[in-house]
């Protein structure tokens, strides 16, 4: 097949394994922090119903660094700052860990707003029945409020595909940066960016489409 007539086809036939290779790489830790962020927001949000003050107000500047300050400085940190402290990890690894803490301060702040829409008549006659508050928090509270912070959630996950760009600032060499490096070679940076775009809007597409079936699956209500 002649490719000439469009040289960024000839570079993508070309890059193929490379380019493969970075949206595996992209999807795996879009997969990674998106459930592993979700398991950590369940467990801050809980630890934000704490009846101890010390607990409560630790969780809530928790949330308020992660979410108040940009993701990459945090990246920045660990990358930068960990070897100093004789502390080697890997690009994934710091990205893995980076994106968990936010994602999880961010899905925190999504059930706690969940939370104050649920029926709290409900969670006392639970506590009146003798539930303890774990098994009214695992059993009822969990349950509805992510049930209620699907639209959220999956915002989230559309928001993890589209941050996992600005790793390769690490050294983690997922699509964007596969990409970068064609557009830098080829010198096709605007074909090479549109490229990159529509990739990325597909895998936000198959997000919004599952999230879609997931909220019909669970009913969520439409205000």
Do not use: C
Request: net charge neutral; glycine share 6%.
């Amino acid at each position: 097949m002649d490719l000439s007539a469009l040289p960024i086809l000839s570079e993508l036939y070309n890059n193929w394994p490379l380019i493969i290779g970075g949206l595996v790489k992209t999807i795996i830790l879009s997969s990674v922090v998106t459930v592993n962020g979700l398991l950590g927001g369940v467990f801050v949000f809980w630890l934000t119903l704490s009846r101890n003050r010390i607990v409560q107000g630790l969780t809530q500047g928790y949330i308020a660094l992660l979410i108040g300050t940009p993701l990459i400085v945090f990246l920045f940190l660990l990358y930068y700052g960990l070897p100093g402290l004789g502390v080697t990890l890997s690009p994934f690894t710091i990205a893995a860990i980076g994106f968990f803490f936010n994602v999880s301060a961010y899905n925190a702040r999504y059930l706690s707003s969940a939370f104050k829409g649920l029926n709290q008549t409900e969670l006392q006659a639970a506590r009146a029945q003798g539930f303890s508050e774990f098994q009214v928090f695992h059993l009822i509270t969990a349950p509805q409020a992510i049930r209620m912070s699907v639209p959220s959630l999956t915002n989230q996950a559309i928001l993890n595909i589209k941050d996992s760009s600005i790793v390769f600032l690490i050294q983690y060499t997922e699509f964007f940066a596969q990409m970068q490096e064609i557009a830098m070679s080829s010198f096709l940076f605007f074909e090479a960016y549109v490229f990159t775009a529509l990739v990325y809007l597909l895998l936000v597409s198959i997000i919004v489409i599952a999230a879609r079936w997931i909220e019909a699956a669970v009913n969520i209500p439409r205000t």
